[in-house]
């Protein structure tokens, strides 16, 4: 008897929203390909289920498509209810890293900000290209466990549990977990004045 590999439902998920934001922005693979820098042929693959992208790759992608990662995990564009209930919050773990992301504020909800619970393996590194896009976006990282050191251009900064910092994600940077144990943050989003 030959086993098929079981699909994992947020993955084909995750390619059938790609695929559906790109059209509703009448972009071709080729036009999301060359404003994300993601090759046509790994968008491609991501959309049909083929590919599991890494957090990096999906971070340049909502880049593209000028999305935060909550907002390209929000499912539904229907509006959406005020209470979010953590059985039916969307976790996501990158496939290179091992960095899990729980979306814990209610999706599609007027608020401005969004709320991510983080769980980073000890040793991982996650770079993040400057989003000039995205100006006027800031976020709040509140370290609750382990070792976080994040670069913001040429500054570089440890943070201890109980640390909060605050930063534009216009700027490039660097996420590290220097540790020999996972960090767990916060990552309190704020998208801005509309």
Partial sequence: MIMEDAVDPLESAIGERLRLLRIARNQTLDDLAG????????????????????????????????????????????????????ETQTVWRDPETGYQRRAVSAPNTASRVEVIEVTFPAGARMAYPPETAKAGMT?????????????????????????????????????????????HYAVVLDRGRT
Wanted: charged share 25%.
């Fill in 35 to 86: 404003a994300s820098g993601v090759s046509r042929a790994m968008i491609s693959r991501i959309e049909r289920g083929e590919a599991s992208p890494t957090a990096q790759l999906l971070s340049r992608l909502c880049a593209a498509l000028d999305l935060t990662l909550s907002a390209f995990f929000a499912f539904s564009e229907e509006a959406g209810e005020p209470l979010s209930r953590r």
């Fill in 139 to 183: 976020q709040h990282v509140w370290l609750f466990s382990g070792d976080l050191r994040l670069t913001i251009r040429d500054v570089v900064l440890d943070l201890r549990p109980g640390d909060c910092l605050y930063m534009s994600i216009t700027e490039g940077h660097v996420f590290e977990n220097p540790g020999s144990e996972p960090a």
